[in-house]
């Protein structure tokens, strides 16, 4: 909930890939909130009601997930919502005249999601904003788990960290009303 809050306010690209890690702890701690009391909460250095705030938080998050069907794999609707809001702005910084920066780094991504599409078998309704996310959350993914990225790789997410850092502080500048589109 701390950290949430935190990386919304900071980097929308940060929050959702954090967003999804929170899933995939909720599945790992098989939604026991306990677990995630004992586990996680317990382990933040808080005050008895800021945790019961996180708390409830999870358990609110829990709820979400179990309602939705998404305990197996999938994100709750409010993460995809987010991602579709990113996408849409996306969208229009391609189309405007005045973000030409955003474009030339996006072009220049372009062929290294292209491949990425093909490999992954993410279909053309993937949106790129989403393939983008996950490459990124595979990538985490596999630095949690110690395992080796080849420098191919890691050239393709350097590309694409690169734009997802532009589109972050172009996001950040139009929640703000401060983008020129």
């Not at 609110?60 to 919502?81: A, R, W």
């Not at 993410?122 to 393939?131: P, T, W």
């Amino acid at each position: 909930m701390i950290i949430a809050k935190q990386k919304k306010k900071e980097n929308i690209v940060e929050y959702v890939l954090y967003m999804w890690q929170v899933e995939d702890l909720i599945r790992a701690c098989k939604f026991d909130i306990n677990v995630i009391q004992t586990g996680i909460i317990e382990q933040f250095a808080q005050p008895d009601d800021i945790k019961q705030e996180m708390r409830d938080w999870y358990q609110s998050f829990i709820n979400m997930m179990q309602e939705e069907h998404v305990t197996e794999k999938g994100h709750t609707q409010i993460i995809k919502n987010i991602v579709n809001d990113m996408n849409g702005l996306h969208m229009e910084m391609l189309q405007s005249h005045s973000q030409t920066d955003y474009n030339v780094v996006f072009f220049n991504t372009l062929p290294y999601l292209s491949e990425y599409r093909q490999k992954s078998g993410a279909g053309e309704d993937v949106n790129d904003i989403e393939l983008c996310l996950n490459l990124l959350y595979q990538i985490l993914l596999l630095r949690l788990q110690k395992k080796e990225i080849s420098t191919d790789t890691m050239n393709v997410v350097s590309q694409v960290s690169k734009l997802m850092a532009v589109f972050a502080a172009k996001y950040k500048k139009d929640e703000n009303g401060e983008l020129k589109l």
